[in-house]
């Protein structure tokens, strides 16, 4: 059972370029979001969704897009790359039912923007 | 929103029980506690979750004050791998089961030999 994946571990952007970090998960989930992590802050939500079609914005939705055309994947985007992105990138998945609030959340990625 | 407060750091011996508390005093009656864990470097990890009872499980305790102002997390016996950040969070409910979490800093464990 691999959970929830995250692709690409590491990477290396200039500013302004854009990039997509991939989300799957194989648990039939309905919920799926976004975290961003900084050194010494807690982590925050970006974007989360609460099935196919639908997404809401979190705390820090800006310069982030996000859409679910299936329940498995839920990317993330960066249209314009800037230094402030530079984090560590943290997908997490949920039912909305059954085992009650229980976040899974994959390994991370850790995004450095020059 | 209800908030957490949490030491920044606690220290437990391995093999003894590791006690960390979380103040949360503007807490509603329909809020849950919740505890996760993040061991560096990975994503976090549930632990547990209560609402007004104390509850356990294979992982972890959690003692809830009858005043559900603060609550405990308590590991019966830390190992080394139980040095991890750990974070008491409040959900906050936004519709039904449409709710967010919201990770504050956290307290550092570090369990020593």
């Known amino acids: 059972n691999a959970g929830v994946t995250q692709t690409p571990k590491f990477q290396v952007l200039k500013t302004g370029q854009s990039m997509t970090l991939q989300c799957a998960q194989d648990?039939?989930?309905?919920?799926m979001s976004w975290y961003r992590q900084d050194p010494g802050m807690g982590l925050r939500l970006i974007h989360y969704?609460?099935?196919?079609?639908?997404?809401d914005q979190g705390e820090v939705p800006n310069g982030y897009n996000v859409s679910r055309s299936t329940t498995e994947d839920f990317p993330l985007r960066l249209l314009s790359a800037a230094p402030s992105q530079t984090s560590v990138y943290f997908c997490?998945?949920?039912?909305?039912?059954?085992?009650?609030?229980?976040?899974?959340f994959g390994e991370g990625s850790r995004l450095t923007v020059l | 929103d209800a908030k957490t407060t949490q030491p920044p750091s606690m220290d437990c011996a391995e093999g003894r029980a590791a006690n960390l508390p979380c103040n949360h005093s503007?807490?509603?009656?329909?809020?849950?506690v919740y505890w996760y864990r993040q061991i560096h470097s990975q994503g976090p990890q549930y632990i547990i979750h209560?609402?007004?009872n104390n509850e356990t499980n294979e992982m972890a305790s959690l003692i809830i004050t009858e005043d559900r102002k603060s609550s405990t997390l308590i590991l019966p016996h830390a190992t080394l791998r139980d040095t991890a950040v750990y974070y008491c969070?409040?959900?906050?409910?936004?519709?039904?089961?449409?709710?967010?979490?919201?990770f504050g800093k956290g307290t550092l464990l570090t369990v020593n030999p």
């Open positions: 648990m039939n989930h309905e919920y």
């Open positions: 969704s609460v099935g196919a079609g639908i997404t």
């Open positions: 209560g609402l007004k």
């Open positions: 969070i409040v959900r906050v409910a936004s519709g039904g089961s449409n709710y967010k979490l919201t």
């Open positions: 503007t807490i509603s009656g329909n809020e849950y």
């Open positions: 997490a998945s949920r039912g909305l039912a059954g085992r009650f609030g229980e976040l899974f």
